[in-house]
């Protein structure tokens, strides 16, 4: 089996043919050492990837990478986590996962915060999961209700979509579920699914249908559909984006309320975590009084994907959103709330890692990779020690002082990527000898496990 076929396996839809690719490719490779960038927001197939990437896919591109630290994050759903936990134990590899989603913010009702053009919504996250959810235990069934929610959005949206289109209608099971392994697929899954339909009509056909609804000229059709990506932003936007064909506006029903996602990632003893797009809304305007707000609901920490609050073409935009990416990190780390940073790459064309070494995020990048150790330190912290960084004990051991509490949960992402063996030794010993022992490495500042 050749390497190029090994890389190509770790996408496969079966678990078992990836983490057999992954044995094989880590035999045949000389991994390159560990170095200071992280990419703590990447998106598998299990919602959308750009590249159709697997958990597993995630954490070898990371490793080969050389990041010192990754994360996993899907929408909607927690089916990576110990996929992406156990390849970065195998890789040597600092591993956290993460879950993101859409949520009602009721303070906010009226106004635009992250969701452009979607006044209430927000984006929000919960970071650092431990370990999967019991089976049907009542955090599981919350899980479950998220992804239901997400099937009847999908749903609805198919419908309307063949009711205005219905020479490309759909079968939401037979065409849209298969492309996700979890059969929870995403808006991106639904316009890669009418792309595919519309080339099965045949180009004269197809160039004509796109026409209409796109209102391009053949010539430019044509040039689209040689670039799937553009092609599929351009579908994308045109049918269910804000003023599109298929488009409608959101209602709290379709979502979970902010304290209630908030309160089930506590349940889960995970983080809960604000997202922010770019400081241009009227929500995010003043990024003190949100996150207090969101504080007060028990959100602890923040993410930003700074490749677009920087890398913009015109120099005017840029350099006024690296203002609002200044006044937005310096407010979260007066709040001692943990940054979390990537890239997503569930779009193509974006970078696989943030340069933090480059001129702009080299302000940050201090904060940003203790963002990302801290939730390494809660991922091990709450797994193997039952000590999670939400917790209220958790809180008192450190006098409700979250800067100590910090530099603590930073220490133990910090220790060197945790191993099989480090793994199977601290879940033998059970949470109370565990805690104990990962408090001895970070005194010692590396794995001291008998």
Same mark, same amino acid.
């Given at each position: 089996m050749t390497h190029y076929d090994c890389i190509e396996r770790l996408n496969a839809f079966d678990p078992a043919v990836r983490s057999e690719a992954l044995d094989e490719i880590i035999a045949q490779t000389e991994l390159p050492p560990t170095g200071s960038h992280v990419n703590m927001h990447l998106?598998?197939?299990?919602?959308?990837?750009?590249?159709? #990437?697997?958990?597993?896919?995630?954490?070898?591109?990371?490793?080969?990478?050389?990041?010192?630290?990754? !994360?996993?994050?899907?929408?909607?759903?927690?089916?990576? %986590?110990?996929e992406f936990l156990n390849a970065g134990r195998r890789l040597g590899l600092r591993s956290a996962v993460s %879950?993101?989603?859409?949520?009602?913010?009721?303070?906010?009702?009226?106004?635009?915060?992250?969701?452009?053009?979607?006044? !209430?919504?927000?984006? $929000?996250?919960?970071?650092?999961?431990g370990k999967a959810l019991a089976a049907n235990s009542p955090v599981d069934r919350t899980l479950q209700t998220l992804r239901d929610r997400a099937s009847r959005r999908n749903l609805d949206l198919v419908e309307r979509i063949?009711? @205005?289109?219905? #020479?490309?209608?759909?079968?939401?099971?037979?065409?849209?579920?298969?492309?996700?392994? !979890?059969?929870?697929?995403?808006?991106?899954?639904?316009? @890669?699914?009418y792309c595919?339909?519309?080339?099965?009509?045949?180009?004269?056909?197809?160039? @004509? %249908?796109?026409?209409?609804?796109?209102?391009?000229?053949?010539?430019?059709?044509?040039?689209?559909?040689?670039n799937q990506p553009a092609m599929e932003d351009a579908v994308r936007s045109k049918l269910i984006k804000r003023g599109g064909l298929a488009y409608e506006t959101p209602t709290p029903a379709m979502f979970p309320t902010v304290d209630e996602f908030a309160q089930w990632v506590l349940e889960c003893r995970a983080v809960p975590m604000a997202t922010w797009l770019d400081g241009e809304s009227e929500g995010e305007r003043d990024p003190a009084i949100m996150l207090e707000c969101l504080r007060e609901k028990g959100v602890a920490a923040v993410n930003i994907v700074p490749d677009r609050n920087w890398n913009i073409a015109d120099k005017t935009e840029s350099r006024r959103k690296i203002g609002h990416l200044h006044k937005f990190v310096a407010t979260a780390e007066t709040m001692n709330m943990p940054i979390y940073i990537g890239t997503e790459m569930n779009k193509d064309g974006q970078p696989f890692y943030d340069d933090l070494h480059g001129p702009v995020l080299k302000d940050f990048a201090d904060g940003f990779l203790t963002g990302a @150790? $801290?939730?390494?330190?809660?991922? $091990?912290?709450?797994?193997?020690?039952?000590?999670?960084?939400?917790?209220?004990?958790?809180? #008192?051991?450190?006098?409700?002082?979250?800067?100590?509490?910090?530099?603590?949960?930073?220490?133990?992402g910090a220790l060197p990527p945790l191993t099989a063996a480090h793994s199977a030794h601290l879940t033998a010993a059970g949470p109370v000898n565990a805690l104990d022992r990962i408090q001895t490495s970070v005194r010692q500042k590396t794995w001291s496990l008998p």
């Open positions: 998106h598998s197939f299990f919602s959308f990837n750009a590249a159709d #990437a697997s958990p597993t896919r995630l954490a070898w591109d990371a490793r080969r990478h050389g990041l010192y630290a990754a !994360g996993l994050c899907d929408f909607d759903v927690l089916d990576g %986590l110990e %879950l993101e989603t859409r949520a009602y913010f009721e303070e906010y009702a009226g106004t635009e915060i992250n969701s452009p053009g979607e006044p !209430g919504i927000t984006y $929000i996250m919960g970071a650092g999961f063949n009711q @205005r289109i219905p #020479a490309l209608s759909l079968d939401y099971n037979n065409d849209v579920a298969p492309l996700s392994p !979890g059969d929870c697929p995403t808006e991106r899954h639904i316009i @890669r699914a595919r339909k519309a080339a099965a009509m045949g180009s004269t056909a197809a160039n @004509r %249908l796109w026409g209409e609804i796109l209102q391009n000229s053949t010539t430019e059709i044509q040039a689209l559909q040689k @150790r $801290i939730m390494i330190g809660q991922s $091990i912290l709450s797994r193997y020690a039952d000590y999670a960084y939400c917790d209220p004990h958790v809180a #008192a051991d450190f006098n409700n002082d979250r800067s100590q509490q910090n530099t603590f949960f930073a220490a133990v």
